[in-house]
């Protein structure tokens, strides 16, 4: 019978304490399964506090898409995108939009260490109007050479990881985000779903 062992848990302990609560991403109609998985794993590698996503299909994160990191990271789809942005906007997130626009500043001009919220547009139509029309800041990673734009989730890693250092040159990876009896709550739930998966894997004894 599989258990978890005190390193696994300790693990588990660390990445909740670690977690950046306040810096979220929403990938606002992205599609493509590829693009989906590497996101998750990028927020999961940054530990952002919440991914949010909304797709014409309703996709659900799975395994299947995501190589298993959706699990240890607190998501959510959108269904109602006004009262998402109003919601967000009233607990004191700005709403960053990357965007390929003139409108735009270089993303390195943001301070991403107030609270946050990183908007990625679709593959081909780029950030949905409503989340233009709640933007606080508009961000461009500075393109040189002959493609117009990144992959989003290439564009995802360099931004997360910008505030990823801003957040760290200011210790904010240094005390606990979340509060004490979430962090203890999640425990909890991950180590019994850690059981329940490992021992659903391994072969039954006759
Ligand atoms: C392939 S791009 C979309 C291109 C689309 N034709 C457009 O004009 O927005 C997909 C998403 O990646 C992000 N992205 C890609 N390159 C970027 C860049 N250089 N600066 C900011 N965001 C970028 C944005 O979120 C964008 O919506």
Not at 19 to 40: C, E, G, K, W
Request: aromatic share 10%.
């Amino acid at each position: 019978m599989y258990l978890v062992s005190e390193e696994r848990l300790n693990k588990m302990k660390r990445i909740l304490e670690t977690r950046q609560d306040t810096l979220r991403v929403f990938m606002d109609y992205v599609y493509s399964p590829h693009n989906l998985s590497a996101i998750v794993r990028t927020c999961d590698a940054v530990n952002v506090g919440k991914l949010y996503y909304r797709h014409q299909k309703k996709v659900k994160l799975n395994n299947e898409i995501t190589m298993g990191a959706h699990k240890w990271i607190f998501h959510e789809y959108v269904d109602d995108i006004e009262k998402f942005y109003k919601d967000i906007k009233s607990q004191g997130y700005q709403v960053v939009v990357t965007l390929l626009d003139e409108d735009t500043v270089d993303f390195r001009e943001v301070d991403y260490t107030k609270p946050t919220l990183i908007v990625l547009g679709n593959e081909v139509d780029g950030a949905s109007e409503i989340s233009i029309k709640y933007a606080d800041k508009k961000v461009i990673i500075p393109m040189y050479g002959m493609s117009q734009s990144l992959n989003v989730s290439v564009a995802n890693a360099v931004i997360l990881y910008e505030a990823q250092r801003q957040r760290a040159a200011k210790g904010m990876y240094d005390k606990p985000q979340l509060p004490q009896e979430i962090i203890e709550k999640t425990l909890k739930k991950w180590a019994y779903d850690d059981i329940i998966e490992e021992n659903l894997k391994r072969p039954r004894k006759k």
